[in-house]
């Protein structure tokens, strides 16, 4: 049995992926000038390391619970 709960390696996977993906709908849609949304490549590239973020965040805190310290 995993020390890990099945969420807590989902979860911020499935988070950063709906990220990405409004974050290229969003610049998709930009691209139509009848749209009200404004989104720039700025805003896609701020989303993407947003969510390399929480992959990380997630990484690091995983790899902790896994190989706890023996102190």
Known sequence: MSPIPGWAIK???LLSLGIVIVA?????MSNDP???I???????K???TFAVTILNAST????GRLFPANT
């Open 11 to 13: 979860t911020p996977a």
């Open 24 to 28: 290229a709908l969003a610049l998709y």
């Open 34 to 36: 009848e749209s009200g």
């Open 38 to 44: 404004e989104a720039s490549p700025d805003t896609f």
């Open 46 to 48: 701020s989303s993407i």
């Open 60 to 63: 690091v805190f995983l790899i």
